[in-house]
């Protein structure tokens, strides 16, 4: 099939502000109808006002603030699939953020919540789609699509399920989770129902990341789409 080229907006506004709380950056997205026309960034510089110059990852002295880079990462993720994905908006919480967290990988910044994560909070997790200001959606996401990534061979996994969103829209993610198994799941309950029961029989959630997610929490790499964990490439540590 061929891909379309329907990308709604080709720039992003970036601002940079002292903004107060406890969010280091988002991305806003305005919608007309199913599409976004228009994208902006805002990066809290409560939390990047001290950067190592010397730095290209963008350390800061500032606690829980973590590398700029994989910040600017996440969200950036969060403003191409709204470019790229009509009806970006009617997707689960916990697959828009897992998707962002697994760009960069986060084994090492959602190590405690997902040990623990059992198994009612991942089944409210599927129940709801996620609560905002919470990290079960980020952490939960995460895990649920390296659950397919290993039910897909790892074998351009994501590349399959990003490509039925962007041709179909959001509205087709039981396509896109067939697609990203290869079949083996042919709607996203079928997937959700499957790892649900692949936990519940697991010893223990850190088991189950480990054998059945490929998340070896243990591990200095992150866990980042590139990376050894998920991809197979290199070792990729936070830096």
Excluded at 15 to 29: I, K, M, P, Q, R
Excluded at 146 to 153: Q, T
Aim: with cysteine; net charge negative.
């Amino acid at each position: 099939a061929t891909t379309k080229d329907d990308t709604s907006v080709r720039t992003i506004e970036m601002d940079f502000e002292n903004s107060g709380g406890t969010t280091l950056a988002y991305v806003l997205s305005e919608f007309t109808g199913n599409k976004t026309t228009k994208l902006s960034m805002r990066v809290n510089m409560d939390f990047y006002d001290k950067l190592n110059q010397t730095d290209v990852n963008g350390s800061t002295s500032t606690a829980g603030a973590g590398y700029l880079d994989r910040t600017i990462a996440h969200e950036l993720t969060h403003a191409v699939m709204s470019a790229n994905i009509d009806n970006f908006a009617d997707l689960p919480l916990y697959i828009s953020e897992g998707a962002a967290e697994l760009t960069h990988g986060i084994d090492d910044e959602r190590k405690t919540t997902l040990k623990a994560m059992d198994v009612n909070a991942y089944q409210t997790l599927f129940n709801t789609g996620g609560t905002a200001g919470t990290e079960q959606p980020y952490a939960g996401g995460y895990a649920f699509l390296r659950y397919l990534n290993v039910k897909g061979g790892h074998d351009h996994t994501m590349q399959r399920f990003m490509r039925v969103l962007d041709e179909q829209g959001g509205t087709a993610i039981d396509a896109a989770v067939s697609a990203a198994t290869k079949g083996a799941f042919k709607t996203l309950a079928e997937a959700t129902t499957q790892f649900m029961a692949d936990l519940n029989a697991s010893s223990s959630n850190v088991a189950f990341y480990k054998n059945y997610c490929g998340i070896d929490l243990d591990n200095p790499d992150t866990g980042s789409i590139t990376g050894a964990d998920a991809w197979g490439g290199d070792e990729e540590p936070a830096e």
